[in-house]
């Protein structure tokens, strides 16, 4: 049974394009994160929400835009792709219930390429 | 703004030696999660530590938390081969609020050589 869940696992684009990532996750989590890391390994956080709210957006271009259909459900649109893009996604979700660990438990990863 | 320093960034160790990692942060906080990560895998939850003095071992690995210090210490026992990957610390720092924020330092990659 996988936990969060990541597609595509691969994505291979050109420059200009648009292209989706998608993230499910079986837990019963309320809380999805996007997170990026970049070639040197270094993991940022780009967005979370909270049942279907967005909580956090940091400094990330307008060109990514984190959609959450429903509390199982986020995903990540990004426009005109950039060479800059190319990068390891990875979507996260963590229970957020008040005094507890709020362990963030992580998807597979997409790696995306901008040619 | 928080920083998370993780070091050393690369450490390579001996089978059956014991070694000591360390993560520091810049600002108040008392929630810090290890991970692991494999060339090329998600990472993985290894221990979350949530109050000054914590201390949570699982087979050769041990993390301890210093919230005075801002410092946490993960140590290897009697290094094996299997504990070669890079690990991740990191922090919360929206503890008072309702949501939770992780900043992650670089990583400490560990390679355990014969």
């Known amino acids: 049974d996988t936990a969060v869940s990541q597609t595509p696992k691969y994505l291979v684009t050109q420059m200009g394009n648009d292209k989706s990532i998608k993230c499910e996750q079986n837990?019963?989590?309320?809380?999805m994160y996007w997170y990026k890391q970049d070639s040197k390994k270094f993991l940022k956080i780009m967005f979370s929400y909270n049942n279907k709210e967005l909580i956090i957006n940091e400094t990330v271009p307008n060109r990514f835009s984190p959609k959450s259909p429903d509390k199982a459900h986020l995903n990540l649109h990004i426009n005109s792709l950039e060479l800059g893009d190319s990068a390891v996604y990875f979507c996260?979700?963590?229970?957020?219930?008040?005094?507890?660990?709020?362990?963030?438990?992580f998807g597979p990863g997409t790696r995306l390429t901008v040619l | 703004e928080l920083k998370v320093e993780q070091n050393p960034l690369f450490l390579s160790m001996q089978e059956g030696k014991n070694y000591t990692i360390y993560c520091n942060y810049s600002t108040t906080s008392d929630r810090l999660y290890w991970y692991r990560q494999d060339p090329g895998k998600s990472l993985e939850s290894l221990f979350v530590l949530l109050s000054n003095g914590a201390v949570k071992q699982e087979g050769r690995l041990m993390a301890s938390l210093d919230t005075k210090a801002r410092l946490s210490t993960l140590h290897i026992t009697a290094a094996v081969h299997d504990l070669s990957a890079t690990y991740f610390c990191a922090v919360d720092d929206n503890i008072t609020g309702a949501n939770s924020k992780l900043t992650f330092g670089k990583g400490i990659t560990l390679s355990v050589r014969p």
């Open positions: 996260a979700s963590s229970p957020r219930l008040a005094g507890a660990s709020d362990t963030q438990y």
């Open positions: 837990l019963g989590h309320d809380t």
